[in-house]
């Protein structure tokens, strides 16, 4: 029996890496789109990685980029993929506002020319298409919770990429007759996440904290409200989508929403740290007040709870203008009932679970950091 072919782009990704794990394990080749770089870049797939001199490989990796639609044409018709994820894209928000341009021809353009390609290569009945879609479609919201048939109402140059990403999907679907979707997900976190994320940046700032590494992190609107799930649960429902007999388009979400200073709060409680906000706008800022002691020792480790200690009373959050964007999207809550009746998909993490088990991750990430530089050695991060 041949094994499903599926194609991956952006699969140094977060949902990359875990897509193509989950995939792997269902019996499929992956072939995975990663961009050049000087840098290896594929620390989220090292463990899936096998030498290009084994035979019979199920993870195969190819240069290309959403930019350069020859390279795409080529790499699919040498693959000729069962499914496509289009992973891929500039997808931070923030970052969009400076490079408007580039966002647009990746994230909007990139999706038009999979699409055409695989027209072009006569695929259209082969090849099922997945575009990941996005919350932020729905921006200044019109309705909540959002769910597929909320209007849309785009606020950063990446929402507005991927709205015409959205459409372009659905216009090739009914003008071709294409199996291809969209899936509109919520946010979601995991311990792979990109270290310039919030929810990254929290826990990566926390874990800090705890060992003696930081003093104090600085964030934007606190009060943003967001619907936060775990990226393993979120690439079951990727799958789950190009398994049905229909294209359709599905939102992906808890109906949770939780605000980021809600988010901070829970996260320095998962290790034992008790913290209070103060003050409003531009001025507020968190104290930390109080330690469980015995939770922070299980958690952090019994070496950092004195110099935690003396710290009581001194301020650990703090709120910097620059981490403003111009246009704010202040609520984003999902309805995914769809995806529920249709896929049968529920939510295994709770948000408290996802904060653990990011909590966990990056305690270990940042001890080792520590300990190279009690060595003697510099971790260098290009991102602080």
């Known amino acids: 029996m041949n094994k499903k072919v599926a194609l991956i782009t952006g699969i140094t990704g977060q949902d990359g890496a875990y897509l193509a794990e989950y995939l792997i394990k269902k019996g499929y080749i992956v072939h995975g789109v990663k961009r050049r770089s000087s840098m290896f870049n594929t620390e989220r797939i090292d463990h899936l990685y096998q ?3 084994v035979e019979n490989r199920n993870l ?48 909007g353009l990139g999706v038009l020319r999979i699409l055409e390609a695989v027209r072009l290569l006569r695929l259209s009945q082969k090849t099922r298409i997945y575009q990941a879609s996005t919350s932020e479609l729905y921006g200044l919201v019109q309705e909540t919770p959002q769910k597929e048939t909320t209007p849309f109402y785009p606020r950063s140059p990446y929402a507005v990429a991927k709205l015409y990403g959205y459409w372009i999907t659905v216009n090739y679907r009914e003008a071709y007759g294409m199996h291809a979707s969209n899936g509109i997900l919520f946010n979601h976190e995991s311990p792979l996440r990109g270290e310039t994320f919030v929810t990254r940046k929290v826990t990566r700032a926390i874990s800090r904290i705890a060992l003696g590494m930081q003093k104090k992190m600085y964030m934007g609107n606190l009060s943003a409200k967001r619907d936060w799930g775990h990226a393993k649960d979120y690439v079951r429902a990727m799958y789950a989508i190009l398994q049905q007999d229909e294209p359709s388009d599905y939102v992906i979400a808890t109906g949770v929403t939780t605000t980021i200073r809600d988010f901070i709060r829970m996260s320095f409680e998962a290790i034992g740290v008790g913290i209070t906000f103060r003050g409003e706008g531009i001025d507020e800022t968190a104290v930390l007040t109080s330690i469980d002691e015995q939770l922070f020792a299980e958690k952090a480790g019994e070496d950092y709870l004195e110099a935690l200690r003396k710290r009581i009373g001194e301020d650990v959050v703090g709120v910097d203008p620059n981490y403003f964007r111009p246009t704010e999207v202040e609520l984003l809550i999902g309805d995914a009932t769809k995806a529920r009746t249709r896929l049968g998909w529920e939510p295994e993490y709770s948000l408290s679970a996802l904060i653990e088990d990011m909590l966990h991750n990056d305690l270990k990430l940042m001890k080792k950091d520590s300990y190279l530089k009690k060595g003697g050695y510099t971790i260098l991060n290009y991102f602080e």
């Open 51 to 53: 030498d290009p001199h």
């Open 60 to 107: 195969i990796l190819h240069y290309g980029d959403l930019t350069d639609s020859l390279n795409l044409t080529r790499i699919i018709g040498e693959t000729q993929p069962d499914e496509i994820y289009n992973l891929a894209a500039m997808s931070h928000v923030k970052v969009s506002f400076d490079t408007p341009e580039y966002t647009a021809n990746a994230d």
